[in-house]
């Protein structure tokens, strides 16, 4: 078997696990080696409990010695919930090779490379390093880029608009559709609108019980809050900050801010100005579109730009979803 087929079985590994559990932790999996089988397995089952390293080792009835061990990410280096994974390697004295498909981009994490070539452990670093960060986007953002991972999400007509004129838009999609937005926000750190989606729709902005909600943040200078549901949740409130004449410029420093609040990923639910502005900025990572049968004729359309079409263009499709009468859309950069 090749380097690239075990590292694939160790990306599967990681994978067996929930990543609302897991977070605020990537997921990581792992596979020991002898002999060209593989002889034991493990992942990150939930934030707090032994990494994938660990639970492999301990999954072996008896110890070995002179294995390879293929582990998804940079075996940690420092005390967090746990001790260092890289310990547990060393300290077990089973291993004369660890794969790893790609670096920790958390610098309180790193430095597990250097640890194990200082025991007399052979390292490579790179194989299947393009699928150990496709499963783990957020937390390569969070890291690499200091700022959340951001999904825009918008519901359409069929003939492209977001609400009526009058701002108002329940329900543009049905409630399969919407459930689906339920899930996602159950797997997001915040999620982020504007004060006229506040004044017009009165959302509650949670997850409908399907799992953890969402910290709410609310765009605005003015907002009467206590007149809304999202006052009971302590929402953060951006608005003296932010400069008017330049949104786009604003997204930066909200995402800035965001960073500093340890907020992995945003869900961007706004209205057009929102959108439009995140749009603008080019700091989005994911855009979920949900398309339903309905048409209004005339309305408020979801992005306030030009023409959106050259920058769907730019887009590629991941995914499609056929709902009862609506579909979803996800796009990525």
């Known amino acids: 078997m090749s380097s690239t087929f075990f590292m694939q079985e160790a990306i599967k590994e ?56 293929y ?38 994490a790193m430095g597990g490379i250097e640890l194990l070539k200082s025991a007399g452990i052979e390292v490579e670093v790179g194989d299947c390093a393009k699928e150990s960060k496709e499963i783990n986007q957020r937390f390569y953002t969070f890291f690499q880029e200091k700022r959340p991972y951001v999904i825009i999400k918008f519901a359409r007509t069929q003939d492209g608009f977001i609400a009526r004129l009058d701002g108002s838009s329940k329900w543009i999609t049905e409630e399969d559709a919407r459930a689906d937005v339920h899930l996602t926000r159950s797997g997001c750190d915040a999620i982020l609108v504007g004060r006229n989606t506040i004044e017009i729709d009165n959302p509650s902005l ?5 799992g953890r909600d969402p910290q ?6 003015d907002l009467k809050l206590n007149l809304f549901k999202v006052s009971k949740k302590q929402p ?45 900025s080019g700091y989005f990572d994911e855009i979920h579109e949900y398309v339903s049968p ?14 959106f079409s050259e920058i769907r ?19 990525k950069k």
């Open 14 to 69: 990681a994978l067996k696990a929930d990543p609302n559990k897991v977070y605020p932790n990537p997921l990581v999996g792992c596979v020991i080696v002898k002999d060209n089988k593989i002889i034991a397995r493990g992942y990150h089952r939930e934030f707090g409990t032994s990494h994938a390293e660990v639970n492999a080792i301990e999954s072996l009835d008896v110890p070995v010695s002179s294995a390879d061990l």
């Open 71 to 108: 582990v998804t990410l940079e075996p940690c280096a420092h005390f967090g919930k746990n001790p260092p994974c890289v310990n547990a390697i060393i300290e077990s004295k089973m291993f004369k090779k660890v794969i790893i498909a790609s670096y920790d981009p958390n610098e309180k």
């Open 206 to 210: 949670d997850s409908h019980g399907i």
């Open 216 to 221: 709410i943040v609310i765009l605005s200078s």
């Open 236 to 280: 953060l409130i951006f608005g003296k900050k932010l400069n008017k004449k330049s949104p786009e410029n604003n997204i930066k420093i909200i995402l800035d801010n965001l960073f500093q609040e340890n907020v992995q990923s945003l869900l961007v639910e706004g209205g057009q100005k929102t959108i439009t502005s995140f749009i603008k």
């Open 294 to 307: 309905k048409k209004f004729e005339s309305g408020i359309p979801f992005y306030g730009g030009d023409d």
């Open 313 to 331: 263009s730019s887009l590629k499709l991941v995914s499609e979803i056929s709902f009862k009468n609506d579909i979803k859309k996800v796009y």
